[in-house]
Every structure is written in C-alpha cells, then in structure tokens.
C-alpha cells in the first residue's frame, strides 16, 4: 500500500520561501512520476510541477516556473518541493500524488499541506 505524507506547510509572507516534502513508503517508486498538486477555495486542482523518479525529468506549470523546484532523494524516498518568492496567489493545499504507469493517472494521494502567502 502506497503512503504519502506531505509536511512543510505554513504561514509565509509574499516574497518567502518554503520546502514541503513528502514522505513515500510501500512501493519500489522507480518506474513512478511524483507530483505536487494544488488546489484553493473555489479553484480546481492544478498540477504545480512533476517529476519522474527515475531520471529526474521535471515539468512546471507556467505560473510557478523559476520559482518553485521539485526534486527527489532516492535514499529517502522523499519528495521535495522548493518555494521561492512566494506570492499570495499560491495560497493552497498542496498534495503530493503518484502516478505509478507515468500515464498522467495520479492514483495515490497525500492528505495534503497548507500553504498560506501573506500580502
């Protein structure tokens, strides 16, 4: 059974930065694509950014590109998502999911962190 747990969340102002993580057991995730997600009172879920465990490939949504960083430590089995200049647009939950055939069906998910941006 594949668990994730995010962690990292909290209060920030515009301009800061955060590091969520997401702490993934009971799977061998080498084959997998990681992401973050978010979502925000009355917006859908937008995928933040992704990652393929095994070589690294990442992608972003536009609205966080040069900002925000996801990475993985293979010994950890952690994901990672770095948070720069935050703005108080990216006020959200954020989830970390995992897609286990890299078909962009995300079928394991965290119970997700909140990221809260001041102005």
């Known amino acids: 059974q594949v668990q994730l747990v995010e962690s990292g969340g909290g209060l920030v102002q515009a301009g800061g930065s955060l590091r969520l993580s997401c702490a993934a057991s009971?799977?061998?995730?080498?084959?997998?694509?990681m992401a973050w997600f978010r979502q925000s009172p009355g917006k859908g879920r937008e995928l933040v950014a992704s990652?393929?465990?095994?070589?690294?490939?990442?992608n972003y949504a536009d609205s966080v590109k040069g900002r925000f960083t996801i990475s993985r430590d293979n010994a950890k089995n952690t994901l990672y998502l770095q948070m720069n200049s935050l703005k108080p647009e990216d006020t959200a939950i954020y989830y970390c999911?995992?897609?286990?055939?890299?078909?962009?069906?995300?079928?394991?998910w965290g119970q997700g962190t909140q990221v809260t941006v001041s102005s």
């Open positions: 009971g799977r061998t995730f080498s084959n997998y694509v």
């Open positions: 999911a995992a897609d286990p055939v890299a078909l962009g069906h995300y079928a394991y």
């Open positions: 990652i393929r465990w095994s070589g690294g490939f990442t």
